[in-house]
């Protein structure tokens, strides 16, 4: 057989378990991806049956931060499909950069990869001293690990032929140091960056964005979730300002698609009117 | 092949990696086109080909062939093909999903994550194929699928390019058949053979 697991409906009561004991909300989160997580780390942690795994969530609250760190998803790159930021730098940026003053909102950032990015991108077009980025995540563990700018010197390499594919012009190795296995992101792209938890199941919008990304992290809601979200995204973007999204996510079933008008070919969307 | 399957198919889900594709567009041609299940192909390739893939298939059927999306209903008669880079589940309501989480057995799509979850929605009314490749992804999802009651199928492994994974799935899972590509479409085509 293949290893122990809990049931559906162990994980629906275990889920409603979770929204009173912490007000964490999964309840609309997409179930056989998150049924996975469950599973993945009930084995991991070697746990002989449900009630354990369930007593052990209830009365240890630095057992339940585990299990928000390891249900949801942090794996991410920098410079993640080249073609998108390549979008940003021709079509986005330029417009932004006729603000003053420029905040970008980056939903669901883990562990920071993508906000570095995102600041390496705006230092090249000579912007990034007129801009915060504003990254959140719900879960302060990736928080914390993002704020370091400090990523395993390993990956370097994938990211640099990304940022490459991006158009970057660059030496990639000129904006980090390498110290031992890792790589140090100037200090520089940090001081731009606002690392803060913000939980968009059940948080508020916070300010007013020109440009707001949220990459692969729809796929993790069910879709009236989605809509409730992207109804957030909207209330906190300025007319003619950006949104962005995965490359397999839309805002194309919900109500404020009419007021959008997508960048052709690219997950992007522009805002037209509020 | 060894005996007639009787069951109901409600879903065939085919995976495969080196040495696949030629299958696929060997098969395909000779899919009778009112086929009576949504039919999923999982195969592992290189990231930013998406579209590629469904577009040859889509050249050699008549069938309907698209890129799997998240929140797709499976419908009847459909072909869909897992993207690059992403995982492919299926739903309770079956409905696919897109999950960018870890590798699995070193890939994305994984055939382990898209067999498994589909086992648990189609259970006894599931039929999985592992074709050619070079590693063991599929072949746990072909023992999931055996323990819901599905049907497990693999490419005979003298007739693969890559004979290692329908061989690793030989060996260690109580498959239904092991087929060579020439039989393999009159194997799909008499799936449900009342309808």
Not at chain 1, 30 to 54: P, Q
Request: hydrophobic share 40%; net charge negative.
């Amino acid at each position: 057989m293949t290893s122990p697991s809990i049931t559906d409906e162990q994980l629906e009561f275990l889920l409603s378990d979770l929204l009173e004991w912490y007000g964490y909300d999964f309840t609309d989160y997409t179930r056989a991806s998150l049924k996975r997580r469950v599973n993945r780390l009930f084995g991991l942690d070697k746990f002989v049956s449900f009630a354990e795994f369930r007593y052990q969530l209830q009365t240890d609250p630095i057992y339940f931060k585990r299990f928000v760190e390891q249900i949801t998803v942090n794996v991410t790159e920098m410079f993640r499909d080249p073609g998108f930021y390549s979008a940003l730098r021709r079509e986005v940026l330029p417009n932004l950069n006729t603000y003053p003053v420029i905040r970008i909102w980056l939903a669901g950032c883990s562990t920071g990869e993508e906000a570095y990015s995102m600041a390496i991108l705006l230092h090249e077009h000579n912007m990034l001293h007129k801009t915060l980025i504003y990254a959140t995540d719900l879960n302060p563990a990736v928080l914390e690990r993002a704020s370091r700018g400090t990523f395993p010197l390993a990956y370097m390499k994938q990211y640099s032929e990304n940022y490459i594919g991006s158009g970057g012009k660059n030496d990639f190795s000129s904006y980090y140091t390498a110290n031992y296995n890792n790589a140090k992101f100037d200090d520089h792209f940090r001081s731009k960056i606002i690392f803060s938890t913000h939980n968009l199941v059940s948080d508020h919008s916070f300010n007013e964005f020109q440009l707001i990304l949220c990459r692969n992290v729809l796929i993790y809601f069910e879709r009236n979730l989605q809509g409730k979200v992207l109804e957030l995204f909207d209330s906190s973007l300025e007319n003619l300002g950006y949104l962005a999204l995965g490359s397999k996510e839309t805002i194309d079933f919900t109500s404020i698609a009419k007021t959008y008008k997508r960048i052709p070919g690219e997950k992007i969307w522009r805002k037209r009117s509020s | 092949m060894e005996e007639t399957i009787v069951m109901r198919c409600e879903a065939l889900f085919i995976g495969g990696s080196a040495g696949s594709l030629d299958v696929l567009l060997k098969v395909f041609p000779d899919l009778k086109t009112d086929i009576s299940f949504p039919i999923v192909i999982i195969v592992h390739r290189k990231r930013g080909t998406d579209s590629l893939l469904s577009d040859l298939l889509a050249s050699r059927t008549s069938l309907k062939v698209k890129e799997a999306e998240e929140k797709e209903p499976l419908q009847n008669g459909w072909v869909y093909v897992a993207p690059a880079d992403y995982h492919l589940l299926v739903e309770q309501t079956r409905t696919l999903s897109l999950d960018y989480s870890e590798k699995v057995n070193y890939s994305r799509p994984s055939i382990d994550v898209s067999f498994q979850t589909a086992a648990e929605v189609y259970r006894d009314k599931l039929v999985c194929v592992l074709l050619s490749g070079s590693n063991a992804d599929g072949v746990e999802g072909l023992q999931v699928t055996k323990e819901h009651g599905g049907i497990a199928v693999v490419q005979r492994p003298d007739t693969a390019q890559v004979p290692y994974m329908p061989a690793q799935g030989a060996e260690r899972v109580d498959i239904d058949a092991q087929l060579s590509p020439a039989e393999m479409a009159a194997f799909i085509n008499g799936l449900n053979p009342e309808d």
